[in-house]
């Protein structure tokens, strides 16, 4: 008797494990159980805006892990969305990760046409199609709105030989290999893009002869600290702390104008330094594509409400992003263009895929 | 002294009710999460971010680090009572843990596992408290040729987890080292065996390698024991405890094992899993009877076990003191702390000394808490082992299905984990360990990557594998560990000989 009562015991723990298991796996990520409708199947039904969207709650996605850029800026909006009561349905954030964004790119064709899917996504939603990794692009989605910038920076360690971008830029041209250029994303993304633009401005040719170095487990700031590369790019603010510290000394940055305060705002622009080119890392928030007229309507009145918050100025101040703010119209049209910049250098290096 | 000083108030802000019940509740939460097989700390942790936007920064860190603690102690229950790690830190467990239990000695493996932790835990909180500066800016000097060689040695351990069929480690080894150059390739962005499927753009997870081998392997392989009838269940149970001579055996390598632990762990990018298994391999080679190991030596579970709770701690460093994630779990600390508007990194002691010293001192307090939760709960699951195969085993693989979903979000991670739990039954029947396959997968990716970063930085030049201290250091350790064996061998079987020329 007493041996079945703790057998029962244990078989209770066991489902009680099994359950906590299920619901810690699902906060990680929301099941597709929805049917997958194809993406070219069907448009569906026309677009009856129910009185009361949203009613349930939204799924909000960073297509990478958790920490990163994706998922501290959905995360923020999801936060300041429900902190001002602007949205009030529960705005849980998914980290589907995977293929540069592209898993996740895969994902929302098979929610063609859902209202309660948002993505956000970077430079990368538009690399990943250029450089192969997948067919689908930024037209496979419905673009919201854009939020935020970032802007890239170029750095070097205390003891560098280099005291402004001119002197790198001028060692690249005499010897593409004389600097060995670190960043943190896979060759032909982000990070070596960002630079490749701006020695293209400067007058570097033989773009694919300079040697990039990818440190993909985020420990390029480690490797130039340490002098085992010459020269970091990345995003200004993954770094601050270093900077500020005098660890690491930002030669330039590709903002238009400078931005921050203190050390930060002391860093020179490209511009400034005679080289006429920018380079923004912008971030802004997806609908799957075909998401219907009265979601994006809905959206995008949220979203422009938002930007206007203190609480949101303030996640600007304290993250040191620049407001980019442009409406899904505004939006639409400079991906194209960016879409256009991003393609030529790619080209140049011969990575863009046929 | 200025450090204890600072100590002192931090531990004036740990102690306060409120943060000794996060660090409280973080810490169950972590050990539960643990246990579930690919649920790790980084899955724990990122669970926490939504409830951490309410908490103060302080209470916001020092939970998660309870979670941490937690996972690492936890990891490890399941190695020992079902031969499935919860994470990667937790494999090492595995080999000598497991048989333990199976030689009727869950109790004290449980117990041993518990109190490694513990020791390694604090240890490596005190060494931190000193050190944390010097050892963040000795571990600069670890450019790629330097971890490629760091991962050459960690791989040298594949001759000790061989079982003495050396030829078949090494087949394990290499089938491992191709596994990891699945994905798109970092230094070139050029995709490998991904045969156009996108979520193999990422790689193969070691994770759900690890549950594949482990989970389902055991899986498997039971159901044969089962059917025969063999499987033999324990009904009843001691006392949590270990006996003195377990205690006089494993306290040198606990406390041996606990710097490895600490100083891999503070490598950004090289992590517990590799501090435990070169913990493992140390101790192994340093044994008077090497051929206890993977039978149930007390001493193979002490080892890891207080190395990867030492290399938690470790991990912390690279990104309090220069705001650099080492590992998966701190890169989500790092985001949940600047989403509260804190930037770790060389100020973090200066502009904030509250929460880091906040923090350091937690990790004391977690740990104490931890030992105090586990002693008890392991009496609890110990009883897993009297549950008939046929209730535990389909939970086991239904617990593997969904932390496998956990960690990709993917239907093709099942395809991936049904074929590597039957290539891990496969080998197993074949006897080719499984362990340096894992191994393999875990540091294979990083190990190429700084073997071609490198040669990028050099020109090409092979030189500079051997350009600096470091790098010389890592090669004399790898040598001497491949060679050790042998010569050990040899000295023992001239021993032996003479032994039996003074008997005749």
């Known amino acids: 008797m007493k041996k079945r009562v703790l057998r029962n015991k244990l078989l209770t723990g066991v489902i009680f494990l099994l359950l906590v298991s299920m619901v810690l796996s699902g906060c990680g990520g929301q099941s597709g159980s929805q049917p997958a409708e194809p993406a070219s199947g069907q448009s569906s039904a026309p677009a009856e805006a129910p009185s009361n969207y949203p009613a349930r709650a939204m799924e909000f996605v960073a297509p990478a892990g958790a920490g990163g850029g994706w998922d501290l800026t959905i995360r923020t909006v999801g936060r300041i969305l429900q902190e001002t009561g602007i949205v009030e349905v529960p705005m849980p954030v998914t980290n589907r990760e995977g293929g540069g964004g592209g898993v996740n790119l895969a994902y929302m064709q098979e929610k063609a046409g859902s209202d309660d899917y948002i993505a956000v996504y970077s430079p990368p939603l538009l690399l990943i199609n250029l450089n192969g990794s997948t067919q689908l692009s930024y037209e496979n989605t419905t673009p919201l709105a854009r939020l935020i910038t970032d802007y890239q920076a170029f750095m070097v360690g205390q003891n560098s030989q280099y005291s402004n971008i001119h002197e790198v830029m001028e060692a690249l041209k005499a010897d593409p290999k004389s600097v060995k250029v670190a960043g943190t994303s896979a060759a032909g993304s982000m990070d070596h893009i960002a630079f490749l633009i701006i020695a293209k401005e400067a007058g570097v040719e033989n773009l694919s002869e300079i040697d990039y170095i990818a440190f993909q487990d985020g420990s390029s700031a480690s490797q130039l600290m340490g002098g085992h590369v010459d020269l970091l790019s990345t995003s200004l603010s993954q770094v601050s702390g270093l900077i500020e510290s005098g660890d690491l000394v930002v030669l330039a940055q590709t903002a238009p104008h400078r931005v921050g305060t203190g050390v930060m705002g002391e860093i020179p622009t490209c511009i400034e330094e005679g080289i006429n080119a920018t380079f923004e890392n912008w971030r802004g928030l997806f609908g799957p594509p075909e998401m219907p007229g009265y979601a994006v309507d ?57 | 002294m200025e450090a204890l000083q600072h100590l002192i108030e931090g531990f004036g802000v740990a102690l306060t009710p409120a943060n000794l019940m996060w660090v409280t509740i973080g810490g169950l939460l972590g050990t539960i999460i643990g246990m579930l097989p690919g649920l790790g700390p980084a899955t724990g942790v990122a669970v926490l971010l939504p409830l951490t936007y309410t908490m103060g920064p302080t209470a916001a860190l020092i939970t998660m680090c309870g979670v941490y603690y937690g996972a690492m102690f936890g990891g490890s229950r399941s190695s020992i009572l079902i031969n499935t790690p919860g994470d990667g830190a937790a494999i090492a467990a595995t080999f000598d843990g497991y048989p333990m239990a199976q030689n009727g000695r869950a109790e004290a493996a449980l117990a041993m596992s518990a109190i490694a932790s513990f020791i390694g835990g604090i240890i490596a909180a005190i060494i931190m408290v000193f050190v944390a500066q010097p050892v963040a800016r000795f571990g600069l000097r670890f450019g790629p040729a330097e971890y490629f060689l760091l991962m050459v040695f960690a791989l040298s351990a594949t001759a000790s987890m061989s079982k003495g069929n050396l030829m078949k480690g090494f087949i394990s080894l290499l089938v491992g080292l191709m596994v990891a150059t699945v994905g798109i390739d970092a230094q070139s962005g050029v995709q490998r065996f991904t045969f156009g499927i996108m979520e193999l753009q990422g790689g193969i997870d070691f994770l759900v390698v690890i549950i594949a081998m482990y989970a389902l392997g055991e899986v498997f392989g039971t159901f044969q024991v089962i059917k025969e009838g063999k499987k033999k269940m324990q009904t009843k149970f001691g006392k949590i405890w270990i006996t003195k001579d377990d205690w006089k055996k494993s306290w040198k390598p606990i406390l041996r094992s606990t710097p490895i632990g600490f100083f891999v762990g503070a490598l950004p990018g090289a992590g517990a899993t590799m501090a435990s298994l070169m913990a493992y391999n140390n101790e192994k080679q340093l044994s008077k009877n090497p051929d206890n190991f993977g039978k149930g030596d007390i001493v193979g579970l002490a080892a890891p076990e207080a190395a990867n709770n030492a290399a938690s701690v470790g991990a912390l460093i690279p990104m309090m003191t220069l705001g650099i994630p080492g590992s998966g779990t701190t890169a989500v600390m790092m985001g949940a702390l600047l989403m509260l508007g804190l930037q770790p990194g060389p100020m973090l002691f200066q502009q904030h000394p509250e929460v880091a010293w906040g923090l350091i001192a937690s990790m004391f307090i977690g740990n104490i808490i931890l030992a105090v939760i586990n002693i008890p709960l392991a009496g609890v699951l110990v009883r897993l082992l009297a549950i008939p195969p046929r209730i535990l085993y389909p939970v086991v693989m239904a617990l593997a299905f969904v932390g496998t979903y956990a960690i990709a979000h993917t239907v093709i991670s099942f395809y991936i984990l049904v074929i590597f739990g039957l290539v891990g039954y496969f080998m197993h029947k074949a006897g080719i360990p499984t362990a340096p396959l894992i191994l393999a997968v875990i540091v294979g990716n990083k190990m190429e990557q700084s073997f071609r970063q490198a040669l990028t930085i050099s020109n090409g030049s092979p030189a500079i594998f051997f350009k600096s201290s470091v790098a010389m250091v890592l090669i004399a350790l790898t040598i001497l560990s491949l060679l050790y064996p042998v010569v050990q061998s040899k000295l023992r079987a001239r021993q032996m000989q003479k032994e039996s020329e003074v008997a005749s």
């Open chain 1, 298 to 354: 809905y959206w995008s009145e949220v979203l422009a409400e938002m930007v206007t918050t203190d609480e949101w100025q303030a996640a600007l101040v304290s993250n040191g992003w620049d407001d980019a703010y442009l409406d899904a119209a505004g939006f639409k049209s400079f991906l194209e263009i960016a879409n256009e910049s991003y393609k030529m250098i790619l080209d140049e290096i011969g990575m863009l895929a046929e």
